[in-house]
């Protein structure tokens, strides 16, 4: 069984740092791309950040750029995404996906994406 579990989540003040780590297990995802989703209360589930299976082409969505980085180590099969410079509007349940094709098939809220985990919270207090 496929399993992609988040963690890391958690409160933090604005300006503030985290990093969510997710951890992959049930097969080998070293040639998956891998990401980040994340949903807050009200809105659509919005594209975050991938990143290729060799790890080096990355992507990020528009407003996290600058902040956020992603990276993977796939000797442990885990994709992790250091926060920095937190605002209160990045406050959201935080999705780790994965799938064998990063394309559009990441747009539209990753609809087309074969693995999600469960989601981690983070809010971030202004």
């Known amino acids: 069984q496929v399993q992609l579990v988040e963690s890391g989540g958690g409160l933090v003040q604005a300006g503030g740092s985290l990093r969510l780590s997710c951890a992959a297990s049930?097969?080998?995802?070293?040639?998956?791309?891998m990401g980040w989703f994340r949903q807050a209360p009200g809105k659509e589930r919005e594209f975050v950040a991938a990143?290729?299976?060799?790890?080096?082409?990355?992507y990020y969505g528009d407003s996290v750029k600058g902040r956020f980085t992603i990276s993977r180590d796939n000797a442990k099969n885990t994709v992790y995404l250091q926060m920095r410079s937190l605002k209160p509007e990045d406050t959201a349940v935080y999705y780790c996906?994965?799938?064998?094709?990063?394309?559009?098939?990441w747009g539209s809220g990753g609809l087309g994406l074969n693995y999600w985990g469960q989601g981690t919270q983070v809010t971030v207090s202004s």
């Open positions: 049930g097969r080998t995802f070293s040639s998956y791309a």
């Open positions: 990143i290729r299976w060799s790890g080096g082409r990355t």
């Open positions: 996906a994965a799938d064998p094709r990063l394309g559009g098939n």
